[in-house]
């Protein structure tokens, strides 16, 4: 499996951007995680092959994450973004079941930065 994150930059608070992952081989359940610089990885968003959707307390309201299976991609709409998003984001594909668990298939991540 491999994975193509891209979509990221810098914008103002209150700002928006979308993030695409494109998928290359069979994929499962779909994440999007962040890490901002001395910070653990953190989850951000999970989506089952359903379309059943979870969020992190931080992002809900104005992150969403969206999957086409057509196109196997999954991409992440922020809005309302804030400095605290500013990170880099990756792209995972692994397992849902009571919680997300990931796979070690990670994209290459796509730096955020979010201006005060």
């Known amino acids: 499996v491999q994975l193509q994150a891209s979509g990221g930059g810098l914008v103002q608070a209150g700002g928006s951007l979308r993030l695409s992952c494109a998928a290359r081989?069979?994929?499962?359940?779909m994440a999007w995680y962040r890490q901002a610089p001395g910070k653990q990885r953190e989850l951000v968003a999970a989506?089952?092959?359903?379309?059943?959707?979870n969020y992190a307390d931080s992002v809900k309201g104005r992150f969403t994450i969206i999957r086409d299976n057509a196109k196997n991609a999954v991409y992440l709409q922020m809005n309302s973004l804030k400095p605290e998003d500013t990170a880099v984001y990756f792209c995972?594909?692994?397992?849902?079941?009571?919680?997300?668990?990931?796979?070690?298939?990670w994209g290459q991540g796509t730096q955020v930065t979010v201006s005060s």
């Open positions: 995972n594909t692994g397992v849902y079941g009571s919680s997300y668990v990931p796979s070690r298939y």
């Open positions: 081989g069979i994929i499962n359940a």
């Open positions: 989506i089952t092959n359903g379309g059943y959707a």
